[in-house]
């Protein structure tokens, strides 16, 4: 059974960092697109960010670009998303994604965690 499992969410103040990590177990992910989505209170899922197999190709969201960052650990089957500089618009449940052709859709992604909570304070 292939799961993904996110971790390092949390509550943290304006301008703080919280680091979330994505585990995937049951099947390797080392030659897939990952990415990252979020979902705030009373919004649709939209995409956050997104890495190739290699980590050569990067994909973000505009208003994620500079603040956020997107990496993986392919020997851990895992990856990662650094937030810094977070905002209050930020606060959101943020899921991690695997297998994709189309990295900044969702409907092109074969596989989901259950998700994180991010809360940032104002």
């Known amino acids: 059974q292939v799961q993904l499992v996110e971790s390092g969410g949390g509550l943290v103040q304006t301008g703080g960092s919280l680091r979330l990590s994505c585990t995937a177990s049951?099947?390797?992910?080392?030659?897939?697109?990952m990415g990252w989505f979020r979902q705030g209170p009373g919004k649709e899922r939209e995409f956050v960010a997104a890495?190739?197999?290699?980590?050569?190709?990067?994909y973000y969201a505009q208003f994620v670009k500079g603040r956020f960052t997107i990496s993986r650990d392919s020997a851990k089957n895992t990856v990662y998303l650094q937030m810094n500089s977070l905002k209050p618009e930020d606060t959101a449940v943020y899921y991690c994604a695997a297998k994709s052709t189309r990295p900044m859709s969702q409907s092109g992604y074969d596989y989901w965690g259950q998700g994180t909570q991010v809360t940032v304070s104002s």
């Open positions: 049951g099947r390797s992910f080392s030659g897939d697109t």
């Open positions: 890495i190739n197999w290699s980590g050569s190709n990067l």
